[in-house]
């Protein structure tokens, strides 16, 4: 197999209007004098706008002479200068280092651009420098740099985020703006996050507390907000042309990953196609440390019967690799200054991939599962964008957004020594349609509403197969036979209004409606109380939030924010096997979970070298959907899949409490070295006073960071702490096959730390080395919640090529 070589520049964003200078400027890093790409360049008035390219280079045709032009990048200090004044420079200019910028753009908050230094929720941004230093293999190793967020793991194809005690379906993705979440995102942990590709995202957005007023149903612990390449439209006369390829080898996995992407861009036409593939073999786990974590044995079928090997090498976690294709296509087309559009298309398959944690699951003194997989994870996006520029009494910025996504999943298993293989599909069609506008009321006022509606279809199939004979036979399905429809419809307003220059108010609305309908065709294998589902629940969600900035470099948030998160298909209508022995039932008196949250946060920049920021924040929580011991028909066992089960079901609780805070500080000791840290801690309970399931042990980072000419690096840390028995929720405590025992014999999640060094040397303008190597000391850990033990001692090697 041949691995092409990549790089993925690409725009942050791109608005071209009318006007001439005629010249082109350059834009360098003041250290080092390399080109700084992906600068945003615009005037005072916010309606001219350019980009500069990988040479570092823009055209400021678009501005008038008597322009001053503002120059924003997230790692560098902003900086404006006049027209005039960039002839006597030579039209080339240097941006100096910054730890951190208060005045970042962000794209989340109210679906348009907004200054982050106006916005009251905490914010952390993941930018393509980021990636391009710590290389993260998936999109859900990405959402872990800077530790944004907490990341839990099944298996090695996975990867579900927490957030602030969050996660699964109460987390919501987005896309380009379409929300990724559908009708079966589960409670438990997921790994959809990994159909997007890395390789095509130039900003990622983790916005933190409640974001349903802008998003809806699902955004309660945060929103992810991901931003994919843009086709770049040529700046002048001539075609723009821009070639990327990226090779990379790492040696836990022995992961080979190819990426491809190309972009022409002309005046009004631009096109960009990406293509990637990695493949990931078993993983190597680390030696030091833990030996109750070892794959002593596994399964093999052997002269048609199942037979337990020992493992030779304990350390390699058989059978937990996979490999994945990722594709997208784009086209934009800018007729006029005032319009634009934007198709899309994104396509993620995968290979089987092992659900580890199920494979290394005993049944007494022998393994559970011969084989336990997900078959390949398949999405795909239609995406057609319409941006249109005109005031008008309603509006002076509009933007219709269609998509139409398509996703699968299968879950195969069989037992050890049995002969059938169950298989269990899921197919979901969404549509979704947004209208989006916003409007300047004059007098500091600004208004952003509109209006969303989603559709879900879900179709469940079923059946178990005689591997001696191949032969077929019907079991119950994953989710209802018959008809599974969820339709959402919405409206939303937000408002800005900049009391002085140094108070922002934001505030807002969302009324949600929420339709769920399902039907039960074959009702032989479980007998029912009930042949269909039918739920309608509204919901109205607000916020309110100020930002204070005491002085030039100090900013106080405050925001108060509801969410909520309306029962789903899965929550209401699943039948699965949850944990050894359990089996979770229907239950179609679910309510609505809302959320109540503040947030107060401190950022403060002292001098020109310590950047710090705090965040404090309290959810209250009602009406909490939980997974709980319940009955079904009278009986709080039953059998299922040829084994009598413990009977559970998502209930709502009376309400649960969740409070923690977030710290970072950067500190630039010199022009070529700065020190960057960050610690998050968080506790929770339900009005059982048990422990919450998504709250994540306390974890944090400390960052030595080196750049100097054409050579970037970090050497960190990485840590968390432990969860004691009686501080893990009731759900993880009975999965004796994921934890250390204490010294009492019961379940605990253990603290551990890591050693990492990741660097990035420039070669030329058009080649970059990339290489580092993780858990330097080798040590042997499995985060908190996650089946599948981290990565031991790995090294790797990336080559980009720029043309």
Same mark, same amino acid.
């Given at each position: !197999?041949?691995?092409?070589?990549?790089?993925?520049?690409?725009?942050?964003?791109?608005? *071209?209007?009318?006007?001439?200078?005629?010249?082109? *400027?350059?834009?360098?890093?003041? *250290?080092?004098?390399?080109?700084?790409p992906d600068v945003a360049i615009f005037n005072q008035a916010m309606n001219k706008s350019v980009i500069s390219k990988h040479e570092g280079e823009a055209s400021l045709e678009v501005f008038n002479h008597t322009d001053t032009i503002i120059l924003q990048h997230p790692a560098y200090k902003r900086m404006s200068v006049t027209i005039s004044q960039l002839e006597k420079m030579g039209y080339v200019i240097y941006l100096e280092k910054d730890v951190r910028m208060l005045d970042e753009f962000v794209l989340i908050v109210n679906r348009w651009e907004q200054e982050i230094n106006e916005v009251p929720n905490k914010i952390s941004i993941i930018s393509r420098t980021d990636v391009q230093l710590y290389n993260?293999?998936?999109? $859900?190793?990405?959402?872990?740099?800077?530790?944004?967020?907490?990341?839990?793991?099944?298996?090695?194809? %996975?990867?579900?985020? !927490?957030?602030? %005690?969050?996660?699964? #379906?109460?987390?919501?993705?987005?896309?380009?703006?379409?929300?990724?979440?559908? $009708?079966?995102?589960?409670?438990?942990?997921?790994?959809?996050?990994?159909?997007?590709?890395?390789?095509?995202?130039?900003?990622?957005?983790?916005?933190?507390?409640?974001?349903?007023?802008?998003y809806g149903s699902d955004a309660l612990g945060g929103v992810l907000d991901f931003h994919t390449l843009r086709p770049k439209l040529s700046t002048g006369k001539q075609l723009y042309l821009s070639l990327n390829a990226i090779t990379r080898l790492s040696s836990a996995n022995n992961e080979k990953l190819g990426h491809f992407d190309l972009n022409l861009g002309f005046q009004k036409w631009a096109f960009l196609s990406s293509i990637s593939y990695s493949d990931y073999e078993d993983l190597k786990m680390g030696?030091?440390?833990?030996?109750?974590?070892? +794959?002593?044995?596994?399964?093999?079928?052997?002269?048609?019967?199942?037979?337990?090997?020992?493992?030779?090498?304990?350390?390699?976690?058989?059978?937990?690799?996979?490999?994945? *294709?990722?594709?997208? %296509?784009?086209?934009?087309?800018?007729?006029?200054?005032?319009?634009?559009?934007?198709?899309?298309?994104?396509?993620?398959?995968?290979?089987?991939?092992? +659900?580890?944690?199920?494979?290394?699951?005993?049944?007494?003194?022998?393994?559970?599962?011969?084989?336990?997989?997900?078959?390949?994870?398949?999405?795909? !996006?239609?995406?057609?964008?319409?941006?249109?520029?005109?005031?008008?009494?309603?509006?002076?910025?509009?933007?219709?957004?269609?998509? /139409?996504?398509?996703?699968?999943?299968?879950?195969?298993?069989?037992?050890?020594?049995?002969?059938?293989?169950?298989?269990?599909?899921?197919k979901v069609d969404i549509f979704?349609?947004?209208?989006?506008? =916003?409007?300047?009321?004059?007098?500091?006022?600004?208004?952003?509403?509109?209006?969303?509606?989603?559709?879900?279809?879900?179709?469940?199939?079923?059946?178990?197969?005689?591997? @001696?004979?191949?032969?077929g036979s019907p079991i119950p399905s994953r989710y209802p036979n018959g008809l599974n429809q969820y339709y959402t419809l919405a409206i939303y307003s937000m408002f800005k209004y900049n009391l002085n220059e140094k108070i922002n108010l934001n505030a807002g609305f969302r009324y949600n409606y929420i339709y769920l309908y399902s039907t039960i065709e074959d009702?032989?294998? /479980? #007998?029912?109380?009930?042949?269909?589902?039918?739920?309608?629940?509204?919901?109205?969600?607000?916020?309110?939030g100020f930002v204070f900035r005491q002085a030039e470099n100090s900013q106080?948030? &405050?925001?108060? $924010?509801?969410?909520?998160? $309306?029962?789903?298909?899965?929550?209401?209508?699943?039948?699965?096997?949850?944990?050894?022995? %359990?089996?979770?039932?229907?239950?179609?008196?679910?309510?609505?979970?809302?959320?109540?949250?503040?947030?107060?946060?401190?950022?403060?920049?002292?001098?020109?070298?310590?950047?710090?920021?705090?965040?404090?924040?309290?959810? /209250?929580?009602?009406?909490?959907? &939980?997974?709980?011991?319940?009955?079904?028909?009278g009986f709080n066992t039953i059998m299922y899949d040829r084994e009598m089960s413990k009977v559970y079901a998502v209930v709502n609780?009376?309400?649960?409490?969740?409070?923690?805070?977030?710290?970072?500080?950067?500190?630039?000791?010199?022009?070529?070295?700065?020190?960057?840290?960050?610690?998050?801690?968080?506790?929770?309970?339900d009005n059982e006073d048990l422990p919450l399931r998504h709250i994540p042990p306390y974890y944090g980072g400390l960052h030595i960071l080196f750049e100097k000419t054409i050579i970037k690096a970090d050497l960190y840390a990485l840590y968390n702490g432990?969860?004691?028995?009686? =501080?893990?929720?009731?759900?993880?405590?009975?999965?004796?096959?994921?934890?250390?025992?204490?010294?009492?014999?019961?379940? /605990?999640?253990?603290?551990?730390?890591?050693?990492?060094?990741? @660097?990035?040397v420039q070669v030329t303008k058009k080649l970059t080395f990339m290489g580092g190597v993780e858990n330097i000391l080798d040590h042997r850990y499995r985060p908190y919640s996650s089946g599948i033990v981290a990565p031991g001692r790995n090294f790797f090697l990336s080559i980009k090529v720029s043309i």
């Open positions: !197999m041949k691995f092409v070589l990549k790089s993925f520049f690409g725009i942050l964003f791109l608005l *071209i209007f009318n006007a001439s200078a005629g010249q082109t *400027i350059r834009v360098l890093d003041q *250290i080092s004098g390399n080109p700084v993260p293999q998936t999109t $859900a190793d990405l959402l872990s740099i800077n530790n944004a967020v907490f990341l839990q793991k099944s298996q090695l194809g %996975g990867g579900s985020p !927490m957030i602030r %005690g969050f996660a699964a #379906n109460s987390v919501l993705l987005v896309v380009d703006g379409v929300r990724m979440n559908n $009708a079966i995102y589960r409670s438990g942990n997921l790994q959809n996050v990994i159909s997007l590709d890395p390789n095509v995202i130039e900003q990622s957005e983790v916005v933190y507390g409640p974001g349903s007023v802008v030696s030091v440390g833990h030996p109750s974590y070892l +794959r002593n044995e596994y399964v093999s079928r052997i002269d048609g019967k199942d037979t337990i090997l020992q493992n030779e090498n304990p350390g390699l976690q058989k059978f937990s690799g996979y490999s994945q *294709i990722n594709f997208t %296509g784009k086209v934009r087309f800018k007729p006029k200054n005032n319009l634009n559009f934007n198709y899309a298309f994104h396509y993620s398959n995968t290979s089987d991939i092992p +659900r580890y944690d199920r494979l290394i699951q005993y049944n007494q003194d022998k393994l559970k599962y011969a084989r336990w997989y997900y078959g390949p994870q398949k999405w795909f !996006m239609h995406f057609l964008n319409g941006d249109f520029e005109h005031k008008t009494f309603l509006y002076d910025n509009a933007k219709l957004t269609m998509a /139409y996504q398509q996703y699968e999943e299968s879950r195969h298993y069989r037992r050890l020594n049995e002969i059938d293989l169950f298989h269990r599909f899921e979704s349609f947004n209208y989006d506008l =916003n409007k300047d009321l004059g007098n500091s006022l600004s208004a952003f509403y509109g209006i969303e509606t989603v559709f879900n279809n879900v179709s469940s199939i079923a059946y178990s197969e005689d591997i @001696t004979t191949g032969i009702n032989s294998f /479980y #007998n029912f109380p009930f042949e269909e589902l039918l739920l309608k629940n509204s919901a109205l969600n607000g916020s309110l106080i948030n &405050v925001n108060l $924010a509801s969410g909520f998160r $309306a029962p789903n298909l899965d929550d209401v209508a699943k039948i699965f096997d949850s944990e050894p022995g %359990g089996v979770v039932v229907p239950n179609d008196n679910l309510k609505p979970e809302y959320t109540y949250n503040i947030d107060l946060g401190w950022i403060k920049k002292f001098g020109e070298t310590i950047d710090f920021e705090i965040t404090g924040f309290y959810t /209250y929580l009602k009406d909490a959907m &939980v997974r709980r011991p319940y009955s079904f028909n609780v009376k309400n649960a409490n969740l409070y923690g805070f977030s710290l970072n500080l950067g500190f630039m000791i010199s022009p070529s070295f700065s020190l960057k840290t960050d610690f998050t801690y968080m506790k929770g309970k432990e969860i004691s028995n009686e =501080n893990l929720s009731p759900e993880e405590q009975s999965k004796l096959h994921m934890y250390e025992l204490d010294q009492n014999g019961m379940p /605990y999640s253990p603290s551990w730390y890591s050693l990492n060094f990741k @660097t990035s």
